[in-house]
């Protein structure tokens, strides 16, 4: 069914997406610097995937689950999306991460 990983990445966005508004981990407590973090992120990981497409380490399979639109020859249109769903949940999962070390290090702390 095309178009169903990208439905899968947009999903899965959303839901990481309720629990940084529940918890206020990173996009709602500081918008601009998550917003920056994540394009350029993005925006590095297409170049790595640019110079990995360009050697010929990386190359796109086919699969029905795809839209079938490339950005490029071996860039699949999803590739984006899923790059950026990659750094936003990296900046959730650190965020929280912090919130739970952080009260035991102060706890700790004479």
Do not use: N, Q
């Amino acid at each position: 069914m095309p178009g169903l990983y990208l439905a899968a990445i947009l999903v899965s966005a959303a839901g990481i997406a309720l629990l940084d508004r529940r918890w206020r981990l990173a996009a709602w407590s500081a918008p601009g610097r998550t917003a920056a973090a994540v394009a350029i992120g993005t925006a590095f990981f297409v170049v790595w995937d640019a110079v990995g497409i360009a050697t010929g380490v990386f190359v796109k399979g086919e699969s029905v689950l795809l839209i079938g639109i490339d950005l490029a020859p071996h860039l699949p249109l999803e590739e984006p999306f899923f790059l950026a769903f990659l750094c936003y949940l990296a900046l959730v999962t650190w965020g929280a991460a912090r919130r739970i070390v952080t009260p035991v290090a102060e706890a700790d702390s004479p």
